[in-house]
């Protein structure tokens, strides 16, 4: 069943429209990657899909009994988040304060939640570390714990792997997988590499100007659109990340 469904969305920035006439959906149990060139309006699909910006057209529907609050959402990171001075267990329970409403206080299934999703990002040895002083893989299992405070169904993530080295970003698509195959967990990422958007994900969504393709990996794969940008990448010297299948070390 559809978690999310967009049906001809039309979204401006300012005055601008930077997605005009978009169809797709993200079904349960989906690993989707949107991909597309600099200013294609990912951005802007973000937000309208978190409820930040309202469309300009068309109409986007949550499905299977899926609220906005229930969804789990990484965002790009900017210098000032990274020197967030709190520590570790107290930025992973702030993921559950979506749920709470106008309540202000932090439950014991609150808390038992964000220790269940630290043991499972492997970070519980880090709970009293301060948040800023935690490398930048750290920092994003930590946001990944987050996230998963916040969701059961779905995880949406904005260019996870900006600013981490290669063996950072292979760690990161390994604990994505891990999530996806093993806990079940609707993966929707937004992502540059193209490359490696194809090789973890099962479906890909290409937003740009006069054109779009949504479908498998393996039809994008030998679409023009597809081959295009993927040899693109290899002649930019792109480089895919590590495998699909393995297990959070």
Known sequence: MALLTCEH???????????????FSVESGDYLCIVGENGSGK????????????????????GDGLKRREIGYLPQQTQIQRNFPASVQEVVLSGCLNSHGMHPFYTKADKQRAAEQMDCMQITHLANRC????????????????????????LILDEPTTGLDPVVTTDLYRILSHLHEDHGITILM??????????????????????????????YQESELGKRFLDASASEGGHCCGGTKEEVS
């Open 9 to 23: 969305l039309t979204l401006r920035y300012d005055t601008l429209t930077v997605i005009n006439d978009l169809s």
């Open 190 to 219: 937004v992502t540059h590499d193209v490359e490696c958007a194809v090789r973890h994900a099962g479906k890909i969504l290409h937003i740009g100007k006069n054109v779009s393709f949504f479908g498998t990996c393996a039809a």
């Open 131 to 154: 948040y800023r002083e935690l490398s930048g893989g750290q920092q994003q299992r930590v946001l990944l714990a987050r996230a998963l405070c916040a969701t059961k169904k779905l």
């Open 43 to 62: 951005s802007t699909l973000m937000k309208c899909l978190l409820g930040l910006k309202a469309a300009d057209g068309g109409k986007l529907t949550l």
